[in-house]
């Protein structure tokens, strides 16, 4: 039996399960500070015979194994988080292996082995809400060099009318901090969701998408592409990405057809979590 913790900014899922993506059992417990939230989730695993449990959490975090720091939140805005040792504290609770990695890239290994991308060796998972974060996943293996990827914070081009000075408070106008949602929410004084019928926000968000996912193709030439995260339920901004994709690329690379090739998670919201159990089965491995 796997432990998997799917920790983001607002609240953690805990789950066991196997690598099959089967869940046993899971509970979402709110994101507050270590002390309260973590005593949460040791009292959740303890009721199980764990052999290993996996991790894919908010970051950025230490995915350096030669790291003095390794296993870390590092520079979160989240304070109460920054510089927590995840690994660690889950180390002193069980003696099991772990696996640790971001909570985009764990989605982005449950999409190519049980989701939209199963049956590929490459694929992009993007999420777009609180926050924006890819992973990544070429020939097989999680993309990592010096750390994990932040394709959430690319410098994207301003929109023609657009003068919102962006939401992110290390970069102000990167990709999150004009796509994500609560620079939607700042920018036009509603929540997204009340926005649904307003064209010009959604056309907006794929603007900038849009020039994000060029970027990727052009790098990683992943051979699908997901999108999830709150934003991405708002369905009406798949056919915008479609459209300013299009125009940007120009047929400079030749790509299938667009709604077939950038698409919904195949898991749904449990595409985090169940990567995180396939990431406590990849660490049972490795022992």
């Given at each position: 039996?796997?432990?998997?913790?799917?920790?983001?900014?607002?609240?953690?899922?805990?789950?066991?399960?196997?690598?099959?993506?089967?869940?046993?059992?899971?509970i979402k417990i709110p994101t507050t500070v270590p002390e309260e939230?973590?005593?949460?989730?040791?009292?959740?695993?303890?009721?199980?015979?764990?052999?290993?449990?996996?991790?894919?959490?908010?970051?950025?975090?230490?995915?350096?194994?030669?790291?003095?720091?390794?296993?870390?939140?590092?520079?979160?805005?989240?304070?109460?988080?920054?510089?927590?040792?995840?690994?660690?504290?889950?180390?002193?609770?069980?003696?099991?292996?772990?696996?640790?990695?971001?909570?985009?890239?764990?989605?982005?290994?449950?999409?190519?082995?049980?989701?939209?991308?199963?049956?590929?060796?490459?694929?992009?998972?993007?999420?777009?809400?609180?926050?924006?974060?890819?992973?990544?996943?070429?020939?097989?293996?999680?993309?990592?060099?010096?750390?994990?990827?932040?394709?959430?914070?690319?410098?994207?081009?301003?929109?023609?009318?657009?003068?919102?000075?962006?939401?992110?408070?290390?970069?102000?106008?990167?990709?999150?901090?004009?796509?994500?949602?609560?620079?939607?929410?700042?920018?036009?004084?509603?929540?997204?969701?009340?926005?649904?019928?307003?064209?010009?926000?959604?056309?907006?968000?794929?603007?900038?998408?849009?020039?994000?996912?060029?970027?990727?193709?052009?790098?990683?030439?992943?051979?699908?592409?997901?999108?999830?995260?709150?934003?991405?339920?708002?369905?009406?901004?798949?056919?915008?990405?479609?459209?300013?994709?299009?125009?940007?690329?120009?047929?400079?690379?030749?790509?299938?057809?667009?709604?077939?090739?950038?698409?919904?998670?195949?898991?749904?919201?449990?595409?985090?979590?169940?990567?995180?159990?396939?990431?406590?089965?990849?660490?049972?491995?490795?022992?």
């Amino acid at each position: 039996m796997l432990g998997a913790i799917e920790a983001g900014g607002t609240k953690f899922v805990c789950a066991v399960g196997d690598e099959s993506g089967q869940i046993i059992e899971q509970i979402k417990i709110p994101t507050t500070v270590p002390e309260e939230t973590m005593a949460k989730v040791i009292r959740f695993f303890k009721q199980y015979d764990l052999e290993a449990i996996g991790i894919g959490s908010f970051g950025p975090i230490d995915v350096n194994l030669e790291s003095s720091t390794y296993g870390s939140i590092t520079s979160t805005p989240k304070i109460a988080w920054r510089d927590f040792p995840f690994v660690q504290t889950i180390k002193d609770a069980f003696s099991v292996p772990i696996g640790f990695n971001t909570d985009v890239n764990a989605a982005a290994l449950g999409e190519v082995t049980h989701g939209a991308a199963k049956g590929l060796d490459s694929c992009l998972y993007i999420t777009v809400g609180t926050g924006i974060g890819a992973g990544a996943i070429v020939q097989g293996q999680l993309l990592q060099g010096l750390s994990h990827p932040e394709m959430g914070h690319i410098i994207v081009r301003r929109h023609p009318h657009d003068q919102y000075e962006g939401k992110c408070p290390y970069h102000h106008d990167c990709l999150e901090g004009l796509a994500a949602g609560p620079a939607i929410e700042e920018r036009w004084g509603e929540k997204g969701f009340n926005l649904k019928g307003r064209d010009e926000v959604w056309d907006m968000v794929g603007y900038y998408i849009a020039q994000a996912l060029m970027q990727y193709i052009l790098i990683l030439s992943p051979k699908k592409i997901i999108l999830g995260g709150g934003v991405m339920n708002q369905k009406q901004v798949f056919p915008c990405i479609y459209k300013h994709l299009k125009q940007l690329l120009n047929g400079y690379v030749s790509l299938p057809e667009l709604s077939d090739y950038i698409v919904s998670p195949g898991l749904g919201e449990r595409a985090g979590i169940i990567g995180s159990l396939l990431l406590g089965h990849q660490a049972l491995q490795q022992k």
